[in-house]
């Protein structure tokens, strides 16, 4: 069964250092979304892109985040300088796009951040 | 915006108890309403969804009711098991533009 993909599964920095993350959607799936959870909270979206094009990053911290999808296939997820409140669970999520019907996403497993 | 409210954890019962986790939402429109667990370590699966109104999602003995005159969207399961104890969120999404607004999560123990 196909899966997304997410790399590494735990990342422990320390504030002010860079962090990335990747993710690998669902073959064919042109819709990827990364999230934010913390812990005891729900996750909440950061990006979402369509094919390469960003659709809306209305909740990304762009002045340390940022996110790319170049070939509009795998992304890539970066925090530069990292900071101790950035410590999260960072999911992605992939839905294919197919007219008339809700397309549902399908999560990896997440990347788990700590910040020292 | 759209907001979704869940019942507080956590939530513990006896294996075969009858579960209730309530959620309710505030939303534009007419949003498609879900039931997503998450399992230790694992991502989020989604468990059940209803798209409109008086709809019932349903899923490895899971129920929930899309309820628009109450804006509520509650899980119920009739005999839980050892092995349902996971996170529970409940989220919705909006028809052409599927990003998800996800509650705070319930965090469910069943005990033998």
């Known amino acids: 069964e196909a899966e997304v993909a997410q790399s590494p599964r735990y990342k422990i920095t320390e504030k002010s250092q860079a962090v990335a993350f990747w993710c690998d959607p669902i073959s064919g799936h042109a819709t990827l979304y990364w999230y934010r959870q913390i812990l005891g909270q729900g996750p909440e979206l950061l990006v979402q892109f369509q094919d390469e094009s960003v659709v809306d990053d209305s909740q990304l911290p762009k002045d340390r985040f940022s996110a790319e999808r170049l070939k509009g296939v795998d992304s890539t997820l970066k925090i530069q300088p990292a900071e101790l409140g950035d410590s999260a669970m960072y999911l992605c999520a992939s839905s294919p796009t197919q007219a008339g019907g809700y397309n549902e996403q399908f999560f990896g497993p997440g990347t788990r951040l700590t910040v020292l | 915006g759209d907001s979704v409210t869940q019942m507080e954890g956590p939530v513990t019962l006896s294996e075969e108890a009858f579960l209730t986790i309530n959620c309710t939402y505030t939303?534009?429109?007419?949003?498609?309403l879900f039931w997503y667990v998450q399992y230790p370590g694992e991502g989020l699966q989604l468990l059940l969804k209803a798209t409109k109104a008086d709809d019932k999602g349903s899923n490895k003995g899971f129920e929930a009711t899309y309820r628009k005159e109450t804006t509520s969207f509650h899980l119920e399961k009739g005999s839980v098991q050892v092995s349902d104890s996971a996170v529970y969120f409940c989220a919705l999404g909006h028809f052409g533009n599927e990003k998800l607004t996800f509650g705070t999560g319930t965090r469910l123990t069943i005990i033998p």
């Open positions: 939303a534009t429109g007419y949003p498609s």
